[in-house]
């Protein structure tokens, strides 16, 4: 039975839009890769010292089931060069599961929803570009009601003009 995903991707090493591209087009190896956000320049968390990070979310239609899934995300982040040495350090891709349908998953490899999602305007504005009213199973708020509730601020997230370049110079 086909669900409906949502991912967050990011990346903060060397060419930040194509290692996001280049997750995509491996997600595709899973299901469908239904719709994807603008991508967005978003500030560090944690370790400041670190080049700022390229976001985007993906929504995906597979047949995987929730454990499947996330060890196919995490061979695709081997396989672009993902090295998992410092916690919120650097990284050349970072794909994280947000929500699996109306599944609630919490096992102590995996919790879904993604357990901070609704704490990170760099999670949750490209998400409510592409599931502005997919309510969050646990909270039972939209999408963009918690994108509305978080406070301005730190750290920093913009939107890039075309999603399939990067640009930026931070």
């Given at each position: 039975m086909e669900k409906t995903v949502y991912l967050s991707l990011g990346s903060n090493l060397g060419?930040?839009?194509r290692n996001l591209q280049d997750a995509m087009e491996r997600l595709?190896?899973?299901g469908e890769v239904a719709a994807v956000s603008s991508f967005?320049?978003?500030?560090?968390v944690g370790d400041l010292h670190q080049p700022w990070f390229l976001n985007c979310a993906v929504m995906l239609?597979?047949?995987?089931?929730?454990?499947?899934?996330?060890?196919?995300?995490?061979?695709?982040?081997q396989a672009l060069g993902r090295k998992r040495t410092v916690a919120k350090g650097p990284r050349t891709i970072d794909i994280d599961i947000l929500l699996f349908g109306a599944f609630v998953v919490d096992v102590p490899s995996l919790t879904i929803p993604h357990p901070?999602?609704?704490?990170?305007?760099?999670?949750?504005?490209?998400?409510?570009?592409?599931?502005p009213a997919f309510r969050h199973p646990i909270f039972r708020r939209t999408i963009r009601e918690l994108l509305e509730d978080l406070p301005l601020?730190?750290?920093?997230?913009?939107?890039?003009?075309d999603k399939h370049?990067?640009?930026?110079?931070r």
């Open positions: 060419d930040r839009a595709r190896s899973l967005y320049e978003t500030e560090p239609r597979t047949e995987k089931m929730p454990r499947q899934l996330l060890a196919a995300v995490m061979a695709i982040e901070a999602m609704h704490e990170r305007r760099f999670v949750l504005q490209p998400l409510a570009e592409i599931a601020g730190p750290p920093h997230v913009r939107k890039l003009d370049t990067d640009d930026a110079t």
